[in-house]
């Protein structure tokens, strides 16, 4: 079993900034990799960005790519995803999302056997 505690939400304007962070606890975190997806009111959850165990490989969704970077910190068991430049449009609630399978596109929410609880992200236009 993996643990996910997301925190960092939060309200911001348009053109600003957040940090998300997600710890993880109850395995080895350098054999997990780690993802962010959100779901918008309304809309299906969205794949937004990974990273793989090493954090040698990194993915994003096309919406993000330019303005959120994700990254790992293996000696705190915790992954972050940085959000600059924010619009209206990526109000969401974020969830982090672990998964072990050494084969994964890591970009499928199918793919993902642990969840975080999720955290609320609203940009004001």
């Known amino acids: 079993q993996v643990q996910l505690v997301e925190s960092g939400g939060g309200l911001v304007q348009a053109g600003g900034s957040l940090r998300l962070s997600c710890a993880a606890s109850g395995r080895t975190f350098s054999n997990i990799d780690m993802g962010w997806f959100r779901q918008a009111p309304g809309k299906e959850r969205e794949f937004v960005a990974a990273?793989?165990?090493?954090?040698?490989?990194?993915y994003y969704g096309d919406s993000v790519k330019g303005r959120l970077t994700i990254v790992r910190d293996n000696a705190k068991n915790t992954v972050y995803l940085q959000m600059n430049s924010l619009k209206p449009e990526d109000t969401a609630v974020y969830y982090c999302?672990?998964?072990?399978?050494?084969?994964?596109?890591?970009?499928?929410?199918?793919?993902?056997?642990?969840w975080g609880q999720g955290t609320q992200v609203t940009v004001s236009s």
């Open positions: 999302a672990a998964q072990t399978d050494y084969y994964s596109t890591l970009q499928r929410e199918g793919e993902y056997e642990y």
């Open positions: 990273i793989s165990r090493g954090g040698g490989r990194t």
